[in-house]
């Protein structure tokens, strides 16, 4: 959530992975006149005394989505150490917080050096039940990066730590104050400190049998249990990813194909269905679910995207089907046709990544007169785009070929 002023000037942006109480009061020190977060940073780059409110408007920024509009990305995990170490004691769900998003930051050698007094700050959160709930956020999507930045390279696995990571998270796990996204966003953080020996895109991995109990256990329970379509959707789409990342994926394909028929947009479940059987090798499977996704999702830009990511599958996994690229590539170009804001925002960079893969899907020059109609197509589209806005420019630029330098 990014917060302006009337004049356009940027506040803040709130992660969306907060609690939500927390979220709404920075929410409400923004709209009360907080100041833009840009200058707030200035000031404690500089030394200067902060309120409260500062500090908790720098805590509650959503670094992870900053974009490098206020840091560089390989400057982050030493911007927040920096302050980290300068938050005031006298707030310590601030400080804490800052310092676990410093940790999680520092993962591989940048920022934070790790030791023992900071190794026991965190177990202190971990055993503490109202400091673990109020940093919840964190240590859910941070879980293993933080535990790999502690054992500052010893095998993570094998971290002392770890144990009462995963104590502290099946308590949050069956947290009724949480959402049911949130318990099973802790129960996919155990699955990831579990798989910490395992390779890191391992498709197929042995995890503790309590673990695939618990996983199983509040998977079935939620699919039976939740009546609204909006969090069905939600918490479907994030079981079935907790089921494939434990491994268990007949049983993560079965939850969503019972849940197509349930759901408003079933594209994003098929969608996933692709993703599944691609990571596992079934390459016929996972086009038949990407084409399928394109073919009934719903919207002019939602069209686009899910269009681009059936035709980036069939680039990657079937590059030399040219029928079916050409087709698919033209059809993409035929819905930005009818949609008035196709060259702008979120779907010109769409748009942009299709011309780019395709570009370089001719690399060779054998595909030359797939692109060449393809090209003459979208100067017919270009032609009819309103040239005040600079979308016909920005149009223009698709699928140019690459030059000689």
């Keep these: 959530m990014v917060l302006f002023k009337p004049d356009g000037t940027e506040i803040t942006r709130l992660p969306g992975e907060a609690d939500p109480e927390q979220m709404m009061a920075v929410l409400q020190l923004g709209m009360s006149g907080g100041r833009p977060v840009k200058a707030v940073l200035?000031?404690?780059?500089?030394?200067?005394?902060?309120s409260a409110n500062d500090w908790r408007m720098l805590a509650f920024y959503s670094w992870d989505t900053d974009d490098q509009q206020l840091v560089a990305r390989n400057d982050l995990p030493g911007l927040l150490l920096q302050l980290a170490m300068a938050a005031p004691a006298t707030d310590p769900e601030t400080s804490t917080r800052l310092w676990l998003k410093a940790i999680a930051a520092s993962d591989f050698g940048m920022g934070v050096k790790p030791d023992a007094a900071m190794r026991e700050r965190v177990a202190r959160v971990l055993a503490d039940p109202v400091q673990a709930r109020a940093q919840m956020d964190v240590l859910t999507a941070d879980a293993a990066r933080i535990v790999r930045v502690l054992a500052d390279?010893?095998?993570?696995?094998?971290?002392?730590?770890?144990?009462a990571y995963d104590a502290a998270l099946q308590r949050l796990a069956q947290d009724p104050t949480l959402s049911r996204g949130d318990r099973l966003g802790a129960t996919i953080a155990r699955v990831d400190l579990a798989r910490l020996g395992a390779p890191q895109g391992a498709v197929h991995v042995e995890l503790p049998p309590p673990l695939l109990q618990d996983l199983r256990a509040q998977v079935a329970r939620d699919d039976r249990e939740i009546t609204d379509g909006y969090e069905r959707q939600a918490v479907i789409t994030e079981a079935g990813y907790a089921l494939g990342r434990a491994g268990l994926w007949a049983e993560s394909d079965a939850l969503l194909k019972a849940n197509l028929s349930k759901s408003h947009s079933p594209y994003y479940l098929m969608s996933q269905l692709g993703g599944n059987a691609r990571k596992l090798g079934h390459k016929d499977e996972a086009l038949r679910w990407y084409a399928q996704a394109f073919q009934t999702s719903v919207g002019p830009a939602t069209r686009l995207q899910w269009g681009a990511g059936y035709l980036q599958a069939l680039l990657d996994l079937a590059p030399q089907d040219s029928a079916r690229i050409e087709k698919t590539a033209a059809e993409i170009f035929a819905e930005a046709g009818k949609d008035g804001g196709a060259f702008d925002g979120r779907s010109i960079h769409v748009l942009q990544r299709v011309s780019n893969r395709l570009t370089g899907w001719n690399a060779g020059g054998k595909q030359t007169p797939v692109l060449k109609r393809l090209r003459a197509q979208l100067a017919g589209v270009c032609a009819k785009v309103d040239a005040a806005d600079?979308?016909?420019?920005?149009?223009q630029t698709l699928l140019k070929p690459a030059t000689a330098g």
């Excluded at 200035?42 to 902060?50: C, E, M, T, Y």
């Excluded at 390279?153 to 144990?163: F, I, N, Q, T």
């Excluded at 600079?390 to 149009?395: E, N």
């Design 42 to 50: 200035a000031d404690a780059r500089a030394g200067k005394p902060l």
């Design 390 to 395: 600079g979308q016909r420019a920005a149009c």
């Design 153 to 163: 390279g010893d095998a993570p696995e094998k971290s002392p730590l770890r144990p």
